[in-house]
């Protein structure tokens, strides 16, 4: 730096304090408001009061489609051609096989051969191995065919992914 005075204030926002040694970004944050770092005290408050507004689901459901997508490029889809909307507690994503590649996107689907829907807790539930195939493909989603026989497709795919899923 040019400026010597600058210098030493950069230095002495980098000292320890109280005998812990802060990130220089949080130091210098702390030092240039001329105030301490929260207490713990402080920071508790906010855990006494209830939270505003509706609970959310674990996770977000872009993150399923990104997962998704991992796995399904990990696996090799063979001569499989399908294309499913797979709706999530309506959100909408769109996976894709064709020509040995396959890939998994977060919005609706091109022209699907099939749409299922399912909500997060199923899916997370069969993905983790802590829900039956049968139990999901009968009780916790809907399959609405638009092209006969896309359905064995997306079910052999689907037990690609989730292969490639419980094995990590």
């Known amino acids: 730096m040019a400026n010597p005075a600058s210098a030493a204030k950069v230095r ?3 000292r320890r304090r109280s005998g812990r040694a802060p990130t220089a970004r949080r130091a210098m944050l702390w030092n240039a408001s001329g105030s301490r770092p929260p207490s713990l005290a402080t920071m508790s408050v906010g855990a006494r009061f209830p939270l505003e507004g509706e609970s959310v689901r674990p996770g977000n459901l872009r993150t399923v489609a990104v997962t998704l997508n991992a ?4 696996v090799a889809p063979g001569a ?4 499913a909307a797979l709706v999530v507690d309506g959100e909408d994503m769109e996976l894709r096989a064709r020509e040995g590649q396959a890939r998994v996107s977060y919005g609706a689907a091109e022209n699907p051969d099939l749409i299922l829907k399912t909500d997060y807790g199923s899916l997370l539930a069969l993905s983790e191995g802590e829900m039956p195939e049968q139990e999901f493909l009968t009780v916790h989603c809907q399959v609405e065919l638009l092209t006969p026989g896309k359905d064995d497709e997306l079910l052999q795919l689907m037990r690609m992914i989730l292969g490639v899923l419980h094995t990590g």
Do not use: D, I, N, P
Not at 71 to 74: P, T
Not at 80 to 83: F, H, N, P, R
């Open 12 to 14: 002495g926002a980098l």
């Open 71 to 74: 796995a399904v490029r990990r």
């Open 80 to 83: 499989l051609s399908v294309v």
